[in-house]
């Protein structure tokens, strides 16, 4: 993995077991095996190199039956780049009501049947290991913000712990075609942020996240963690900007030295008719605006959601048009809409890695 | 328009102004500008060449001036192929509870809004002129069943009336592009079918359709029905049976002589997880079966959905794939069950016109 500095950052290629992306990279949502109304094949047209599914979510459903039967995600979603899977801490801690936290793992119950799991570093391994993905993360605790200085320390100890057990693990189980990244904790509390950095670059992890971000701390407290963290993490291995973010979000970071991001916004806004729009490709200032396609004042607009647009949304079809799908409830409105979405996405990382 | 006898009814192509369709013909459901989980390239791949769309629906929402602004329905859903536009007279008595039947027209409440409408003979040709279908249907009673020999009969000679100032309207207005089908009528008492399509045909329509079928009587009744009404439609004329309906049902009426059906059960059933399985191609005894893909014994199963299929949800996904979506309430589940059965519909329709 090498990585080459540019004005916005640097621009690198990461080789995984199922072929290389291309950084700064944007992985596309696929929670439980899907990005929500997409075929694989479709967001791959877009530009998508790489995707982001869930342990937690499919542990819980299809289970490891069913993955294992099916030879593990890439054969059951069809989708033959790579994939990370995160690893379900977040999830436990997000999603989950009744929980326990000990030293062994994370205790949880199923909110669907009520079943009660528990997810320990090495289960989380091997979990992904059935799930075959190309990048697994390590099982984390996600402070909740806002957290004090001591829940934040003590937490940020539990994960460096059950990191090196999943290091453990998976050299244990002599674990080769799949990489294992760590993740930076700490909250916005800077010094603690860098001493974990710190820490966890001193063990051999194929690459370091930063997460427990985006979680309602102001955004100018999120860049200094942000960059608090990449001031100890290692040139020569990915970074990871776990859940962020919007656009611009993603422009600042990358201009720090960040290589992935991953977040729901493009996805989860289309379905709600919340489309990302071009104003220009500078990527300086107010260079994106947003619209909501269900507004009134979108019924008899016959020109294309977005003119600097190349998706085959905007390519095909009238504001009116989308707008009328989304009126009348049809799913095939979220599905235009998160076309749209996941491609401006990718148009802006490519945006981003040709400012060299 | 020319129809060839074959040993399966007969077979045919049908010119309208946005192109030939070849009979017999499946008309996939886009009620409202939609095929519900699709684009309109899609449909158009699966081998369907003309889709229908309803005059009731598309007068509600989006309405004239949306349809207006975007030159008709072609344009505002990207379909380039032949449309037909049900006339709104089924859906006026099936879908709205508040109604008013006179010798001018059908009055009724917008389910939605509230707002009362009428629909008269002359306004669903309006209607369908701004909607620019390529086939328009003319105002209809369509009555329940069961109903008493009086009421269809009086209800059958307002449909004629009601037919007349559509076709006069039609006239008066020089519309040259889009075609007029009448509607026979007569429930299921044969001599009033019979003598429903002995008076239309002394009318100079472009088509004919059969109609209140499928709504409830025994098959035996409707083929009897059918059969009825075929006996004095014109050789020369399309055949349109509305809304039929199985395959057997279908390749039985070919047999009879129709070319022409629409039904929504290929993709309502497939928004439920019910998918149309091959057994072979005959067309004879149970040549065809059906299966819930939600069904907990498909959860391992992958295979495709039907080994027969060229479909591409059959050449890509397996069952346990398609069943993990359904079980996630995923839509991209609906829409791949949609694929599938749309393209069951079709591969019928190219297999009836093949045995000649």
Known sequence: MKFKKTRYGRTGRVKTAHGFFKTPSFMTIATRGAVKTLEASEVKKFGADIILSNTYHLYLRPGLEILRKHKGLHNFMKWSGPILTDSGGYQVFSLTKIRKLTEAGAEFKDPLTGKVHILTPEKVIDIQRVIGSDIMMVLDECPPYPATRSYVQKSMELTTRWALRCLEHKKKKRV????????????????????????????????????????????????????????????????????????????????????????????????????????????????????????????????????????????????????????IDEMLGQKLATVHNVRFYQKLMEVLRAKT
Chains 1, 2 share one sequence.
């Open 176 to 327: 080769r075609n799949q990489k294992l990244f760590a993740i930076v904790q700490g909250g916005i509390y800077l010094d603690l942020r860098e001493r974990h950095a710190e820490e966890l670059t001193k063990y051999n992890f194929d690459g370091y996240a930063i997460g427990g971000l985006a979680v309602g701390e102001p955004e100018e407290k999120m860049y200094a963690s942000i960059k608090a963290a990449l001031k100890f993490l290692p040139k020569n291995k990915p970074r990871y900007l776990m859940g962020v973010g919007y656009p611009h979000q993603i422009v600042r970071a990358v201009k720090f030295g960040v290589d992935m991001f991953d977040c729901v916004l493009p996805t989860r806004n289309a379905r709600h008719g919340n489309l990302f729009i071009w104003k220009n490709f500078s990527l300086k200032g107010k260079f994106y605006g947003t619209l909501n396609i269900r507004n009134e004042k979108f019924a008899c607009d016959t020109c294309s959601i977005d003119s600097l647009c190349d998706c085959p949304t905007c390519k095909t079809y009238s504001r009116g048009y989308v707008r009328h799908l989304f009126k």
